[in-house]
């Protein structure tokens, strides 16, 4: 018997305790792409030890706003960590975006960092290092191993709690106390 997962895109993933993995646990992940063939999403609360001047220095990009040179940069998960993306508010009229949901986008061309740098850029904005995937079927199993708790997401949670809040912030909307949660799964 198959059975129809709902699309997770645009909603969060919410590490439970049982995730030991130091990159995934305590983390909050916002989904991107969830299909038979498999999911994609980005850790949105962990920051790197670069801050995004390391990374305009890196691509000769020059910004005279400090402000925006000392914005963190987030560690979205360990696949391709020298691969760059841009979770942002707006759309604008960049190379590689697409629109995940009405008012939040992701960019992952060179162009959005140089409009962000000369204050061009979207208002709200994340840059991440990597992402987090999934293979067919395998974060449907994480799912029901109590791995992941599922939320919904909104641009304030994405873009204006404090990193070390978010994931504090999304388990409080569902509702429950998280030593209420079992150690160990079942099926009924």
């Given at each position: 018997?198959?059975?129809?997962?709902?699309?997770?895109?645009d909603k969060c993933l919410i590490a439970t305790p049982a995730i030991k993995d130091p990159i995934f646990a305590s983390s909050l992940v916002y989904m991107c792409e969830?299909?038979?063939?498999?999911?994609?999403?980005?850790?949105?609360n962990h920051e790197t030890s670069q801050v995004l001047d390391d990374?305009?220095?890196?691509?000769?990009?020059?910004?005279?706003?400090?402000?925006?040179?000392?914005?963190?940069?987030?560690?979205?998960?360990?696949?391709?960590?020298?691969?760059?993306?841009?979770?942002?508010?707006m759309a604008g009229h960049w190379q590689n975006s697409v629109e995940i949901s009405t008012g939040?986008?992701?960019?992952?061309?060179?162009?959005?960092?140089?409009?962000?740098?000369?204050?061009?850029?979207?208002?709200?904005?994340l840059v991440i290092l990597g992402f987090s995937g999934w293979a067919s079927g395998q974060l449907e199993s994480e799912l029901q191993q109590n791995s992941w708790l599922t939320s919904t997401c909104s641009p304030d949670l994405l873009f204006h709690e404090k990193p070390e809040n978010k994931w504090q912030v999304a388990f409080d909307s569902l509702g429950f106390d998280i030593n209420s949660l079992s150690p160990v799964s079942g099926n009924a």
């Open positions: 018997m198959s059975q129809q997962t709902a699309s997770l895109v969830h299909s038979q063939q498999g999911s994609m999403g980005l850790v949105v990374i305009f220095k890196q691509l000769d990009i020059h910004c005279d706003d400090e402000s925006i040179r000392q914005q963190p940069v987030y560690i979205g998960g360990p696949v391709q960590l020298e691969q760059g993306f841009v979770l942002h508010s939040i986008h992701l960019t992952s061309s060179v162009d959005i960092l140089q409009a962000i740098a000369e204050g061009r850029g979207p208002e709200d904005y």
